[in-house]
């Protein structure tokens, strides 16, 4: 069965039901083809491609009850999620690239939820709503193709079951990060080299030492291929650079010695 792990980076092969088109954009998919579903009563999974809102809503309608996991693929023209409100057996949804949608949907019946995921969604601002998710463990927010996704605050994720939250936009409108240290969060992945050292520094001083995730490490890593070979990268906080594996060491040390040595005075100051 599906599971969140691999159900955020799909491979269209897990999928019982593979509806999506051939085209680079989504393409557009007609009822007669959403109703091949029929000859798959005992399917729980499916990604699709082409709706629109429509279709997507006779999709939902007719056929959605019946599924466990659902990504939708490339169905960017769908401005009214409010059909999703229908989907109480659903346990994932995963839903790339939205250019019309600007909020979310009532989630109160959708009880089994839990795992969505929302990339590359420009018109969405706002995450009111996400709190009647009620069992929602897994969310993760970010942009895949093109840095446009920016959210007014992180707060509502507050008061929610959320333990792994992962954010990947544009912008935090109110660049209010702290807010989440009082919310379940266990996994945290941010990229950390949007923050300066001190700034990573105090909003990790709030969480327990237990926090995991890519917010945990004041670096990045990554690689380049030249004539020479591969060379690896630790991409550091703000104003602090990169230093090049097996170059510059020494340097990396005395930069993750300073870290430690920030958090564990911020960590105190906040005892005091």
């Given at each position: 069965?599906?599971?969140?792990d691999?159900?955020?980076s ?17 393409g ?14 005992d399917?729980?999974?499916?990604i699709i ?10 999709f939902?309608?007719?056929?959605g009850r ?24 659903i ?5 790339f ?26 018109r ?8 009647k ?6 969310f ?9 996704m920016?959210?007014e ?9 959320i ?11 109110d660049?209010?990060?702290?807010c ?18 001190s700034?990573?520094a ?5 969480f ?13 890593t990554g ?11 630790f ?5 602090k ?10 340097r990396?040390?005395?930069y ?10 911020c960590?105190?100051n906040?005892?005091?």
């Open positions: 069965m599906i599971n969140m691999n159900f955020d799909p491979s269209f092969d897990i999928y019982d039901i593979c509806l999506v088109q051939k085209e680079v954009d989504g557009t998919i007609s009822t007669k083809q959403i109703d091949t579903i029929r000859n798959f009563p399917s729980k999974s499916i491609s082409g709706l629109k809102q429509d279709t997507f809503e006779y939902i309608n007719t056929y019946q599924f466990r996991a659902i990504t939708f693929w490339k169905n960017k023209a769908v401005s009214d999620l409010s059909a999703l409100s229908l989907l109480n057996n346990e994932y949804i995963s839903y690239f939205n250019q019309r949608a600007s909020e979310l949907w009532d989630m109160t019946k959708n009880r089994k939820l839990v795992g969505l995921s929302l990339s590359d969604f420009s969405l601002h706002s995450l009111k709503g996400i709190e998710a009620h069992n929602l463990t897994n993760y927010l970010y942009n895949r193709v093109e840095a446009k920016e959210i605050s992180l707060k509502p994720i507050v008061n929610t079951s333990k792994h939250f992962t954010w990947g936009g544009k912008r935090v409108l660049n209010n990060y702290k989440l240290s009082n919310s379940k969060i266990e996994v945290l992945d941010i990229n950390p080299t949007q923050f300066t050292l700034e990573l105090q909003l990790l001083a709030l327990p030492d237990s926090l995991k995730g890519s917010i945990t490490k004041p670096y990045t690689k380049t291929k030249d004539k020479d070979g591969y060379k690896e990268y991409f550091l906080c703000k104003r650079k990169r230093c090049i594996k097996g170059k510059d060491d020494k990396f040390a005395s993750l010695n300073e870290f430690e040595n920030l958090l564990k005075k960590k105190e906040n005892v005091q």
